[in-house]
């Protein structure tokens, strides 16, 4: 895959409690992670582990994001989401990978690419980077 993604905390855990990160780090070809999501992983457990496993087959750049975009800080989001949206806003074309309801609202009203923990699942399974997705889904439900 030829693109970037900017993810979100809650899929880098669930996908690095599920040892999945290898698996999907080449569906993009940049993975972004504004300061505010490295600040939220490492608030559970070190993100390095997490790093190194989506830089496996992909780069990584980790963002600092100075101002919320206004439209999105009305939103009131947690402030990884935000930073997500307000990346993908500021680059046109680059994606999310978001879980939260309202933050994926959001992606939607302002028309960005988004995805969620489970469609990265998927997408793996069309890419052929996994043969079946049904092992992967039940890894991912039974870490969280």
């Known amino acids: 895959m030829n693109k970037n993604l900017v993810i979100n905390a809650s899929p880098v855990i669930l996908l690095g409690k599920a ?5 999907i ?7 972004i992670i504004p300061d505010g999501v490295i600040h939220e992983v490492q608030a559970k457990r070190p993100i390095d582990p997490y790093l190194s496993g989506l830089a496996s087959n992909s780069e990584i750049v980790q963002k600092a994001v100075l101002n919320i975009h206004p439209s999105i800080a009305a939103w009131n989001l ?30 939607e009203l302002f028309e ?4 969620g923990t489970l469609g990265l699942v998927v997408l793996a399974k069309r890419k052929g980077l996994i043969t079946l997705a049904k092992p992967f889904i039940e890894r991912l439900a039974a870490v969280g």
């Open 19 to 23: 040892d999945l990160l290898k698996t």
């Open 25 to 31: 780090s080449p569906l993009a070809k940049t993975w």
């Open 78 to 107: 947690g402030q990884g989401e935000s930073e997500v949206l307000t990346l993908a806003l500021e680059k046109p074309r680059t994606g999310v990978v978001l879980d939260d309801l309202q933050a994926r609202k959001c992606a």
């Open 112 to 115: 960005i690419p988004l995805i």
